[in-house]
């Protein structure tokens, strides 16, 4: 079944104690994205990737990283999480301009 | 850049009756227009999408979208809904932005209740 998996789907943790949220995809999709969903403020992008070792700030970066070494993973990281990262968060991929995003399940994260 | 309005953020309505869910975008370039939707403690599925062609597209279960190039919107109706419709709808817009990103910009969501 083609899909994005991300890992976890809950995950509460302390201010300052780095995290790593994993995004897989099986469709070898080049184009992945990171959203994060908060209320009233809808969608916003924080990372995406063109391509293997190819990736660029969305619109809401600061506070995150990521990588991709590897086509189908895309992991997202939060060196030292603060409370305002508590959101949910959402990996995407495209086969390409023409095509929709597929979405992963979502990642709730709450930072205390 | 490009944005998307949605301009309403909750809408209430009756089984069985017709609802029209509002998107209006802006861009410099030429777009492509999709409808998400995302039942409670899911993530966001495709609805439909129009790419390029006739402006009317359709999904699966009963929603069309128009697409208006004049008024530059992209709205959402159903002759009658279900219960099963209850979800939010995201309004997204994809375009070339800053080079190579192929961003998809979402709205911020109009919540479809539907009461019996």
């Known amino acids: 079944e083609a899909q994005v998996t991300q890992n976890p789907r809950y995950l509460i943790t302390v201010t300052g104690k780095k995290l790593t949220v994993t995004c897989s995809q099986n469709?070898?999709?080049?184009?992945m994205s990171w959203y994060r969903q908060d209320p009233g403020l809808g969608l916003r992008q924080i990372y995406y990737?063109?391509?293997?070792?190819?990736?660029d700030k969305g619109d809401v970066p600061e506070g995150y990283k990521v990588s991709r070494k590897e086509k189908r993973n895309f992991p997202l990281i939060l060196e030292s999480p603060s409370p305002n990262q508590t959101s949910l968060y959402f990996c995407?991929?495209?086969?390409?301009?023409?095509?929709?995003?597929?979405f992963g399940s979502g990642t709730r994260l709450t930072v205390v | 850049a490009q944005s998307v309005t949605q301009l309403d953020s909750q809408v209430p309505v009756f089984e069985e009756a017709p609802v029209e869910l509002r998107c209006n975008y802006s861009?410099?370039?030429?777009?492509?227009l999709f409808w998400y939707v995302q039942y409670p403690n899911q993530g966001l599925q495709l609805l439909l999408k129009?790419?390029?062609?006739?402006?009317l597209v359709e999904s699966i279960n009963g929603f069309e979208a128009e697409f208006n190039k004049s008024q530059t919107s992209f709205h959402l109706r159903k002759p009658s809904v279900h219960i099963s419709d209850t979800a939010e709808y995201f309004c997204?817009?994809?375009?070339?932005?800053?080079?190579?990103?192929?961003?998809?910009?979402f709205g911020k969501g109009t919540l479809l209740t539907v009461n019996p």
């Open positions: 990737s063109m391509n293997v070792e190819v990736t």
């Open positions: 469709m070898n999709h080049e184009y």
């Open positions: 995407a991929s495209s086969r390409d301009a023409s095509y929709g995003y597929t």
């Open positions: 129009y790419l390029s062609g006739s402006t």
């Open positions: 997204a817009v994809k375009a070339r932005s800053g080079g190579s990103n192929y961003k998809l910009t």
């Open positions: 861009s410099s370039v030429s777009v492509y």
